[in-house]
């Protein structure tokens, strides 16, 4: 996204498509949280947001699934003391997030006119209203 004027145009060609849900993710893109999160709205388009902070959540997004980063601060000191005692960075083992959260937003939801299935509220780790 180059601009306003992009977003919008690009979010008004998709909202006259069926069937589309989005997906944002990326600290550049949470710098225009509420700029994206209105225009979203604005177009009634469904949309799932990613990332590690909650900014568009606090924003009024509709959902948040992300991969909870306390797991990899546990990891840290592992790959710290493993490479202070001569092993390359190269050969230590990769490990892939395990733990995520999802954050469903009701009020959001139902501005939208989507009814969240029960199995995913249950689902969630934080239903917001």
Do not use: C, W
């Not at 498509?17 to 944002?24: A, D, K, S, T, V």
């Amino acid at each position: 996204m180059h601009s306003t004027v992009e977003l919008e145009a690009t979010l008004a060609r998709l909202a006259r498509e069926p069937n589309i849900g989005l997906i944002f993710s990326g600290a550049f893109l949470s710098l225009r949280a509420k700029l994206i999160v209105e225009t979203v709205a604005r177009h009634r388009l469904p949309a799932i947001y990613g990332g590690v902070d909650e900014t568009f959540m606090a924003e009024g997004g509709l959902m948040h699934y992300f991969n909870d980063i306390s797991e990899q601060f546990r990891l840290a000191p592992f790959y710290v003391d493993r490479i202070l005692k001569g092993t390359k960075p190269g050969d230590l083992p990769v490990h892939l997030p395990t733990r995520f959260k999802l954050i469903i937003n009701r009020k959001t939801a139902t501005a939208l006119g989507i009814e969240v299935p029960l199995g995913l509220l249950l689902a969630a780790d934080e239903v917001s209203e």
